[in-house]
């Protein structure tokens, strides 16, 4: 059964950049969509982007000036990148495979502090 | 984009059904057959429940049903049971390899 793991500092300094990784484990990650969706405290869920292709990628047209996410088939890692950050992106970020998201991590809860 | 429309909160009796309304646009719902549900419990991930409208993932009880009609995909829990009290997220692809979310529904078993 493949499993989904984020990982990365739980807390970000304002105007720095976030960075979290997710590990596929049990499964190959050269095929499938790979995305990140977030959740604020209390809120709703948000897609960020995924990559797909091991190459390919596509944003949420809010935060596409902002992220990056990218892939390492050889560690079958994904990973998020979202700069200049303010508390408004203080969420759990989420990981999951496939169009229909049909797998998720647990998600991380990053920080961000003034 | 703009997110999908979903009720804040829909609530049944054990045994009873209800229905969540889940509605957006000719360019999202309206436009393609790929809509799914999320169930997800307090400090939980998310758990896929329906996938491209109406198809179930393997272990799902078929409890758990869902439609579209025009812009408005439905999800329908029968026989609702104490353990599907959760809140309930629909997505919808947009186009142009995009993804939009509803903003959830709190489910509350009376």
């Known amino acids: 059964q493949v499993q989904l793991q984020e990982s990365g500092p739980g807390l970000v300094k304002a105007s720095e950049t976030l960075s979290l990784t997710c590990t596929v484990s049990?499964?190959?990650?050269?095929?499938?969509?790979w995305s990140w969706i977030r959740q604020p405290p209390g809120k709703g869920l948000e897609w960020i982007g995924y990559?797909?292709?091991?190459?390919?990628?596509n944003y949420n047209a809010s935060l596409k000036s902002r992220v990056t996410i990218s892939v390492d088939t050889s560690k079958n890692q994904f990973s998020l990148k979202l700069s200049s950050v303010t508390a408004a992106d203080t969420a759990v970020y989420y990981c999951?495979?496939?169009?229909?998201?049909?797998?998720w991590g647990q998600g991380t809860m990053v920080t961000v502090s003034s | 984009q703009s997110a999908l429309t979903q009720p804040p909160s829909a609530s049944g009796s054990p045994g009873q059904s209800v229905t969540i309304s889940c509605t957006g646009t000719?360019?999202?719902?309206?436009?393609?057959?790929?809509v799914s549900w999320y169930q997800q419990h307090p400090g939980k991930a998310p758990k896929v429940m329906i996938y491209e409208v109406s198809k179930r993932p393997a272990g799902v009880p078929d409890r758990f049903s869902g439609s579209k009609s025009g812009n408005t995909a439905s999800l329908t829990v029968s026989g609702l049971q104490a353990e599907d009290e959760a809140d309930y997220y629909c997505s919808s692809y947009a186009g142009s390899n995009n993804l939009v979310f509803g903003g959830g529904t709190k489910l509350t078993v009376l």
């Open positions: 000719s360019s999202d719902v309206g436009g393609y057959n790929y």
């Open positions: 999951a495979r496939g169009r229909a998201l049909g797998i």
């Open positions: 990559i797909y292709n091991s190459g390919s990628t």
């Open positions: 049990d499964g190959s990650i050269s095929s499938y969509y």
